[in-house]
């Protein structure tokens, strides 16, 4: 595809939360890191929803705009502000939990 005919191109990543992390700390904490990273687009502005939840928790969809030009820039950057910024909340480690039943 030729991303470059759009005015914005859109920027997936994932942030894998615990279920005993706070979701909306860290739902605030992105999107105000976001904000600030260089060569993110105010309009739209950046997403940053629950995108599913698995056996370690929910599952944020973490979504900055940005012109083509200068999609790696935001795309390392933000997954910069994933691992360090969302870091710092000291949120629970993400865990899978099974539950295992023995036969009776």
């Not at 950046?46 to 083509?68: K, Q, S, W």
């Amino acid at each position: 595809q030729n991303f470059s005919a759009n005015e914005f191109r859109r920027v997936d990543l994932t942030a894998q939360l615990d279920h005993g992390a706070d979701h909306r700390a860290a739902i605030a904490l992105l999107r105000e890191k976001l904000a600030t990273i260089p060569n993110v687009v105010n309009v739209p502005a950046p997403d940053v929803e629950i995108l599913d939840f698995n056996l370690a928790g929910p599952v944020l969809a973490v979504r900055p705009y940005c012109h083509t030009d200068n999609y790696w820039q935001v795309y390392f950057e933000t997954t910069r502000v994933i691992r360090e910024d969302l870091g710092s909340l000291d949120l629970p480690v993400p865990q899978q939990h099974y539950l295992v039943h023995k036969p009776a």
